[in-house]
């Protein structure tokens, strides 16, 4: 038997895609086929490129770039910088997607440790497109208090803690305009996983305990967490061997075929698979695709996730081994196939910005 659903216009609002002077990782052109793989109609890159998105030449060249060689349709954020880069904001927030603003350390240099820099770039930045924040453990209350007082659309990315958890669920009921965010890694894997991961599980956040996972899971079902973002991150297998392994790991190919096992499983409707990979990004960040933007997938074709079979130019996962549910039929955008289950089917640069606006 197979069954086959069409999931509409599937966005994945978080992902490094690499290219420019970090080309050696992976690139626009191999990420956004991969992403395609995975199902999505729709990728957002975030700013911690090299160099970084924080001022309008280094946005324009990366815009250009993207535009150029993506082959499904894109956004890219713009990030809040050290040095109040907020003179920036007027001249690139209409073909953005939303500010990131970096409050805890992870790959790249865009930290802001500083409340009160914080405060600046929350005051200047444009209420139309969302702030997207990494925020870890004590800071998401720091971030919550800028939300309260700014009260700009904000969006926590790669939620992790059952304590964080709390927080946003109050911030929820108080109306702050709040969204969540959860990744497959902290949805699947945990702490108990590491010893068999070694570097292949380390990423920001980091895997949390079995009590904060299963909070993750609550939140899904009682509907505080809005989307599951891949946060693919890819960096290559060398750069994972070494002494000083950077944090990371790719998602675009493996995000919806682990949550299609969580519906095989029980644990998830397609219902609400759809909202948390498609139709809530689409609300949240104001995007329109048109009707003929879907995917097609085949719910009972199994298989075992394997490196010989990603597309991601990192050549690995940290879900290799497990059998999964649930494969990428078809993609169509805006009237045209652009992947049949095995082939891109389109030429680079036909992927364009959503976030023009
Ligand atoms: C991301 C990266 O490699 O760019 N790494 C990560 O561990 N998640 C940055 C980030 O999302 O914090
Ligand atoms: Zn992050
Ligand atoms: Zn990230």
Not at 2 to 25: F, G, Q, S, Y
Not at 246 to 260: D, F, K, Q
Request: hydrophobic share 40%; aromatic share 8%.
């Amino acid at each position: 038997m197979t069954r086959e659903i069409r999931i509409p216009a599937m966005v994945d609002p978080h992902v490094h895609l690499r290219d420019l002077d970090w080309a050696h990782k992976a690139t626009f052109a191999s990420e956004t086929a991969a992403a395609l793989a995975g199902g999505y109609w729709v990728v957002m890159d975030m700013p911690n490129t090299a160099p970084p998105a924080i001022n309008h030449a280094a946005f324009d060249h990366k815009l250009t770039r993207i535009g150029a060689t993506a082959v499904c349709d894109w956004g890219l954020y713009f990030g809040a910088s050290q040095d109040d880069n907020q003179t920036e904001y007027p001249l690139v927030a209409g073909r953005a997607c939303g500010l990131k603003i970096y409050n805890n350390a992870t790959t790249g240099t865009l930290l802001i440790a500083d409340q009160a820099a914080r405060d600046r770039h929350y005051a200047a930045w444009p209420a139309h497109k969302i702030i997207a924040v990494h925020a870890e453990d004590d800071t998401v209350a720091d971030i919550l208090d800028l939300v309260r007082k700014h009260r700009k659309p904000t969006h926590f990315c790669h939620i992790s803690l059952a304590h964080e958890i709390d927080l946003l669920t109050v911030a929820k009921e108080e109306g702050l305009p709040v969204t969540v965010g959860v990744t497959p890694h902290h949805l699947f894997l945990t702490v108990d996983d590491l010893p068999t991961l070694g570097a292949f599980g380390l990423m920001k956040p980091e895997l949390k305990t079995k009590a904060d996972q299963a909070a993750l899971w609550e939140a899904i079902e009682s509907g505080v967490v809005d989307v599951v973002e891949s946060d693919h991150a890819p960096h290559t297998l060398d750069e994972k061997a070494s002494e000083k392994p950077p944090y990371g790991v790719p998602g675009l190919e493996t995000t919806l075929p682990l949550l299609l096992t969580a519906v095989h499983q029980n644990r998830l409707t397609i219902e609400r698979v759809i909202e948390l990979l498609a139709t809530n990004a689409q609300r949240i960040w104001g995007l329109k695709p048109d009707s003929e933007t879907y995917t097609r997938v085949d719910l009972d074709a199994s298989y075992i996730i394997q490196r010989s079979q990603l597309r991601t130019a990192c050549g690995w996962s940290p879900f290799e081994g497990m059998q999964v549910h649930g494969r990428v039929r078809e993609v169509w955008i805006r009237g045209q196939k652009v992947f049949d289950g095995e082939t891109v089917l389109v030429e680079p640069g036909f992927g364009q910005n959503v976030a023009v606006g």
